[in-house]
């Protein structure tokens, strides 16, 4: 007889995540077969949904994200006066005010998102208001510093709790250009930094230790923006005017890797995931999870708006493990809690280095990992920086808790279909910050 694969129990549904609203039950799985249709990028619908404001004329948008995160930008957007709506057809409308939007006159609630906090600021810091952004309690203990620092340097003038964490005030107003060479390896820095140049007089320039997502470029691109790319330097003259857009969000390859991870860990799994992101800054992911054993195909190869889609087709095989590191930890920062959660199954386990940054993600990420691997009986040597999961081990169910964090929920509930017995996942209901439907899609494709 079929065991339900999942049960999720919401008692009361908040619009910000409450820990222990949700539990998932996730039982073992032989086999993952299937298709599966992934909801818009994230990091692609927050910058469609901020630039549509500040552009002339209306934009529509298909496979919006379904994301909690992504309407928290939706609705700090509406706050500052351009409208949006879900049409017929499920596409999204935002109205766009052009450049000077109007002064909210509430504080601006980023609920979960730090995307939406870091790079509203910086069209917030062109305006000629002040605005008060704040979060739940997970981004009210998020480093704002990063931001806070070239925006001052543009003459914003911003104000923090202490230690530079939420609430923001950001006091907008005329800004300077500046060449910003931030210390983290951040796009949403980067995106911050070009959003406000677009009001600055003259050219801003950020300049990356790492490469790391080019999707503020592509999209201010999209929205007929010249934005000059040389090396790791990202340039934009301030001034230019937005025009509205129709586009097509890609399937988010970042939701998409706890399928692929799923599919990783039977041999014999096969699961196809059709219209994904293939955007090169994000496409690692596929070149490591090869290294490690699965077999990856990518058909019917597109591109809109500037950003390349695919289908991929990945079948499971022996699950070798790896070292993921420097600039390849930068850009696979989101799934390697997934990746790690899986890594007891693989011959050589996993080694994860120079990722102090996942320590102030939505959750301390080494930590969540560790303490939930640990609860499946597993060995995991935390470090600093990062950590080491020996291969070859035997995982048993466990009751874990999603610390708050929609990855950890979810990277546990890919890890709960190879343990032995069942898993229980306190504050399952996080998954909704980034996929409200991925416990459902994950059950499609567990077979048993
Ligand atoms: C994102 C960048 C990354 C990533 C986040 C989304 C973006 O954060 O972890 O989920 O859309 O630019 P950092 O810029 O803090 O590395």
Redesign the pocket.
């Known amino acids: 007889m079929r065991t339900p694969f999942l049960d999720l129990t919401s008692r009361l549904r908040y619009i910000n995540f409450m820990p222990d609203d949700s539990k998932a039950v996730v039982h073992p799985a032989r086999i993952v077969r299937g298709v599966v249709r992934i909801p818009g990028d994230?990091?692609?619908s927050?910058?469609y949904a901020m630039l549509a404001a500040i552009a002339e004329g209306s934009s529509k948008f298909q496979n919006f994200s379904a994301a909690r995160d992504c309407c928290s930008t939706l609705d700090c957007m509406s706050k500052l006066g351009s409208a949006w709506k879900r049409l017929e057809d499920g596409a999204i409308e935002v109205q766009g005010v052009g450049p000077r939007l109007k002064a909210p006159t509430e504080v601006l609630d980023c609920g979960n998102s730090?995307?939406t906090m870091?790079?509203l600021s910086g069209i917030l810091a062109g305006q000629p208001f002040t605005s008060e952004l704040c979060g739940d309690e997970s981004l009210s203990r998020r480093p704002m510093a990063?931001i806070m620092k070239p925006l001052s340097e543009m003459g914003a003038r911003i104000d923090a709790a202490e230690g530079g964490r939420p609430p923001l005030k950001v006091h907008g107003g005329p800004l300077k250009p500046i060449h910003y060479r931030p210390e983290?390896?951040?796009?949403?820095?980067?995106?911050c930094v070009l959003f406000a140049g677009l009001f600055a007089e003259g050219e801003t320039v950020v300049e990356e230790p790492i490469r790391?997502?080019d999707?503020?470029e592509i999209a201010l691109r999209a929205f007929g923006a010249e934005v000059e790319r040389k090396g790791n330097a990202s340039r934009i003259v301030g001034g230019q005017r937005l025009r509205a857009i129709e586009a097509h969000v890609p399937g988010d390859l970042?939701s998409a890797a706890f399928f692929l991870c799923a599919a990783a860990l039977y041999p014999g799994s096969q699961i196809t995931l059709p219209g994904i992101l293939m955007n090169p800054t994000r496409a690692r992911l596929l070149d490591i999870l090869m290294q490690m054993g699965l077999k990856v195909s990518v058909a019917h190869l597109e591109e809109h708006q500037g950003e390349l889609v695919g289908t991929i087709e990945a079948r499971g095989s022996a699950w070798k493990g790896g070292v993921i590191a420097g600039a390849d930890t930068?850009a696979l920062?989101?799934e390697i809690p997934v990746l790690a959660a899986i890594a007891p199954y693989s011959e050589s386990g996993l080694d994860v280095r120079d990722a102090k940054?996942l320590r102030?993600?939505e959750s301390d990420r080494i930590a969540a990992v560790a303490t939930n691997l640990r609860k499946m009986g597993a060995e995991v040597e935390e470090r600093p920086d990062g950590m080491r999961i020996p291969g070859g081990q035997h995982l048993h169910g466990a009751e874990l808790d999603s610390f708050g964090d929609h990855r950890i929920a979810m990277a546990f509930a890919v890890a709960a279909l190879r343990a032995e017995g069942e898993t229980t996942i306190s504050g399952a209901d996080a998954a909704g910050v980034?996929y409200p439907t991925f416990f459902e899609e994950l059950e499609t494709v567990a077979g048993r």
Do not use: C, L, N, P
């Open positions: 994230k990091s692609i927050h910058r730090g995307s870091r790079m990063r983290v390896a951040s796009a949403q820095v980067k995106s790391t997502r999707h503020g970042s930068a920062i989101d940054e102030v993600k980034s």
